[in-house]
C-alpha cells in the first residue's frame, strides 16, 4: 500500500484549539504521554500509552500538539513522524 501525504489546509498552529489546549483544569499525567527526538530533519513523536492503546484523549492530544508545534518553523524540520508503543498482548476469552 502506498503511503499518502497530504497537506494541511490551514497552517498547523491553527489545527488544534487553543480552547481545549488550556487543558480545562486538568493535573498533568504522572509521566509523559509523548517523547519527542528529532535527527536529520525528521522528527519522531511516539505516542507512550500502550496501557490504553495509546487512545487520544485528551491529554495525549495535548501532549502532542506540544511535540507538533515544538520548534516547526526550524527550516531543518522536514517530516514528522508519529509512531506509537505496543500495547500490552492480550488472550482471547478472558
Known sequence: MAAR???????LT???SSAAAAGAGQAPPAEPLTERRQAGG???IV???PRRRNALSLPMLQSLRRDLLHDVKSRELRVIVIAG?????G????
Open 14 to 16: 491553527a489545527a488544534f
Open 91 to 94: 488472550r482471547a476469552g478472558g
Open 5 to 11: 501525504l497530504c497537506r494541511l489546509r490551514r497552517p
Open 85 to 89: 508503543t505496543a500495547a500490552p498482548a
Open 42 to 44: 525528521v522528527r519522531t
Open 47 to 49: 505516542l507512550k500509552n
